[in-house]
């Protein structure tokens, strides 16, 4: 899932100020569930604005709604009536969720409440780790299935490098380095030909905008492009 | 021949070769290259240059090279992934050798985080065992993407070796990759751990790589007590053991300087001796100055005539 964090809350009070009436729009996928971006951190955050504006002579009103996600227009399409009662939209979806929505509104300013920090698993409740960089280009059938874009601070394709400290990398000694850990689990399977060979310079798909058609789609949107 | 640069010369002609390293300026100082570089004259065969090292704004490594060449010095031009991508290294390949450069020493670089711009972005486009294929390929005249290169770069090809980070079984293995992408020769890490160093240099002669690639042992002396406790403690994939410490903890404050001297000429007289081993790669770091003592009492000098 993609993993978000809420921004400090003073940035957030300086992003809406001046604004009489804001909605804080939550998003009810993957930042309900990394808890940054759900119905109830979109409860709380309005509470606090609230709360900060309660010594204001005419304190901003704040409206809350949260849709499935804020990342299809079927679901943005539940807003339509609502968002015209706004001065502006405080949004706390990830950072495609933000903009699907201010394309949708295009006359109503939309600030960011979160920060987008990674796609990532659930280690346990609140604790989230990054496994994967949608580089356009996955080598996991390689690596063990531990990607070593993401997981490697350089991103080496052959690792590992010089500056492992024991099993750590070297910018972090909590921070197991990715290559020993491929090494490990190739080793365990028998498989350590796989990383023998000089892996070649990476294709990186994900240095322009991307759009995807997915296959038995393209006649159905050849007229679009 | 190759490149036809001193190294490789010195290195095929079978003497045991003696590199030293020359850390260009933190601004646009000649003066701090010439003074650098005036004490290794005739003393070391080529002297690594290094790129922006520990991710520190310096002088351009190529920029140093070429100062270097006006001094007298033959440059090793070192070039990281870090801060460039593949246009750029494969451009300034093709400056180097344009302008004179002939060896170069082929690196990933050390993490952004541990420089003076934590924050900027690494590059990484490739890493440094592309990189070693990648000015390979150029030698034999195709560009990454297989386009011919006009007037191919002849480098003499260097990569480094860290014998001592986990896991050290597959570290010799790593090294074969570095000689089957296109190194020439290998420049290691500074090596203090030497029982272990016998055994990765035994499994390399083992598996016949040192019969495909000249192996420079990286030598540095350590200047202090604090300067070893630093190194053990803080400096990525550097094995320091402890009787190394004990052995500078054992004589007094001003004399340890000469101890660390005089131990890392007990490392190269063994190396001399060792098997799969070409030379020394000497990084007397902001000791340039004494380079030339260390020389001597190492037994390194004269150099040979090539």
Redesign the interface.
């Known amino acids: 899932m993609i993993v978000a964090k809420r921004k400090p809350f003073e940035e957030i009070k300086e992003l809406i100020e001046g604004y009489k009436k804001v909605l804080v729009v939550g998003c009810g996928t993957c930042v309900a569930v990394c808890l940054a971006g759900g119905e109830k951190e979109v409860g709380i955050l309005a509470d606090e604005l609230r709360l900060s504006q309660k010594s204001e002579k005419e304190p901003a009103e704040f409206g809350e709604a949260t849709v499935q996600r804020q990342c299809d227009r079927e679901f943005l399409s539940e807003l339509d009536d609502i968002v015209p009662q706004y001065e502006a939209l405080l949004s706390m979806a990830c950072g495609a969720g933000i903009q699907f929505l201010a394309e949708r509104f295009p006359d109503t300013p939309v600030f960011p409440a979160v920060n987008t920090t990674f796609i990532g698993v659930n280690q346990d409740v609140g604790w989230y780790e990054e496994r994967c960089k949608a580089c356009g280009n996955c080598v996991l059938g390689m690596t063990a299935g531990i990607c070593p874009v993401t997981m490697c ?15 750590s990398c ?2 972090d000694p909590n921070q197991p ?1 990715a290559w ?1 850990m491929i ?2 689990r190739l080793a365990r399977q028998g498989r ?1 030909d796989k990383i ?7 294709d ?1 798909r994900n240095q322009k905008p991307q759009t995807l058609i997915q296959p038995g789609y393209e006649e159905r949107y050849e007229s679009e492009k | 021949m190759k490149s036809g640069s001193k190294l490789e010369k010195i290195l095929s002609a079978g003497h045991f070769a003696f590199t030293g390293e020359l850390g260009p300026p933190r601004g646009a100082n000649l003066e701090a290259i010439q003074k650098k570089a005036e004490p290794l004259k005739g003393v070391v065969d080529s002297v690594n240059i290094t790129d922006n090292q520990t991710a520190v704004v310096r002088m351009s490594s190529w920029g140093a090279s070429l100062l270097a060449i006006q001094q007298g010095l033959e440059p090793n031009y070192q070039m990281v ?2 801060d460039r991508n ?1 246009l750029a290294m494969q451009a300034d390949v093709l400056g180097a050798y344009a302008l004179g450069i002939r060896n170069i020493l082929c690196l ?4 952004q ?2 420089g003076d711009h934590p924050q900027c972005k ?1 590059v ?7 990189l070693i ?2 000015v390979k390929g150029m030698r034999d005249g195709k560009f ?1 993407n297989g386009q011919e290169v006009d007037e191919p770069p002849r480098m003499f090809i260097g990569a ?3 014998p001592f ?3 050290f079984e ?1 570290r010799v ?2 090294l ?2 570095k000689i ?2 296109g190194a020439d020769f290998i420049q290691t ?1 500074c090596i203090y751990n030497m029982e272990k160093m016998r055994e990765w240099v035994k499994r390399a002669r083992d598996m016949g790589l040192t019969e495909k690639v000249y192996i420079l042992a990286g030598i540095t002396p350590m200047k202090s007590l604090g300067m070893a406790r630093y190194m053990k403690s803080k400096v ?2 550097m094995d320091v053991p402890d009787e190394v410490i004990n052995r500078l903890k054992g004589v007094e404050k001003k004399k340890q300087g000469k101890e660390g001297i005089a131990m890392a000429c007990e490392q190269i007289q063994e190396f001399k001796e060792m098997k799969g081993i070409s030379g020394i790669h000497l990084m007397a770091i902001e000791w340039e100055h004494r380079v030339p003592e260390i020389a001597e009492q190492a037994g390194m000098l004269p150099r040979p005539e090539v």
Request: glycine share 10%.
């Open positions: 601070a350089k991103s080496l394709l052959n690792g590992p490098c010089g500056g492992t400290n024991g099993s070297e910018v380095c020993h090494y490990e350590l023998i060979e000089i892996c070649p310079a990476n990186w | 992934c870090r593949r990933s670089g050390d993490h985080q541990f690494g990484f486009d490739i890493d440094s065992m592309q294929q990648a990454i480094a070796a860290n980070a986990e896991p597959w293995y790593r074969a990759k089957n992408a890490q990525p994939g």
